[in-house]
């Protein structure tokens, strides 16, 4: 079926060092792939995306990498601040005719001072 | 711009009653969509809009209805509500059509509870 997974549910990491979480998909006909950042009570919000012709991506401190050949995704933070502790979605626009979003289970990031 | 607001914050129901969730959003998104959040658990897709007067089901669309008559407001119906549907309700939009995709915009949410 469709689904969208990811390996870690928690991850702790020490103020400063960097951080990878990690997400496996499993529709190959996926074109698109995103990563979310959600806080507690908020909805979640846009952080990078990368499109199925491309195998890396970098924005300001975070990086995404695609491997196709092992439906794998990965998010990279650099240089993890305090701030940075939430959970992080990964998902993937499904193309039905239009389109749809599915998301992973999420993975909670704890940032240690 | 407000970006994706959606009606009520908070909501307590009890088992069998109807009420809906009202979204809106003023970007001139085409995309709209609903999602449900459970407690460890990720987003789970209810319904789908490409466009007004266009609707499709999502992973769980059971006990759900929705209708997208205009392009900003895309409201979500309980018709007889469940326990099993207590849940965080989020709300999204998009960008994203059939040839441009784009990420998801989201609500705040609205928290349901149903005793």
């Known amino acids: 079926g469709e689904s969208v997974g990811l390996h870690l549910p928690t991850l702790s990491v020490q103020e400063g060092d960097n951080s990878i979480i990690n997400c496996a998909y499993s529709n190959s006909a996926s074109d698109y792939f995103i990563w979310y950042k959600q806080e507690s009570g908020k909805g979640p919000q846009f952080i990078i995306d990368?499109?199925?012709?491309?195998d890396k991506r970098q924005g300001q401190r975070v990086t995404v990498l695609l491997n196709k050949t092992v439906k794998h995704l990965s998010l990279q933070i650099a240089a993890t601040q305090p701030g940075d502790s939430a959970v992080y979605f990964c998902?993937?626009?499904?193309?039905?005719?239009?389109?749809?979003?599915?998301f992973g289970a999420g993975t909670r990031l704890f940032v240690k001072a | 711009n407000a970006g994706v607001t959606q009606t009520p914050k908070f909501q307590v129901l009890k088992t069998g009653q109807s009420m809906t969730l009202q979204c809106a959003q003023d970007?001139?998104?085409?995309?709209m969509s609903w999602y449900r959040q459970d407690p460890g658990m990720g987003l789970r897709l209810i319904h789908y809009?490409?466009?007004?007067?266009?609707?499709d089901q999502g992973e769980v669309p059971n006990g759900y209805n929705v209708s997208r008559s205009t392009t900003e407001d895309f409201p979500l119906r309980l018709l007889s509500a469940a326990p099993s549907q207590t849940s965080v309700y989020f709300c999204a939009s998009s960008y994203s059509t059939g040839a441009v995709n784009s990420p998801l915009h989201f609500g705040n949410g609205t928290r349901l509870t149903v005793t």
């Open positions: 970007m001139n998104h085409e995309y």
């Open positions: 998902a993937e626009n499904i193309r039905t005719g239009g389109f749809k979003t599915i």
């Open positions: 990368i499109r199925s012709n491309m």
């Open positions: 809009s490409v466009g007004a007067g266009i609707t």
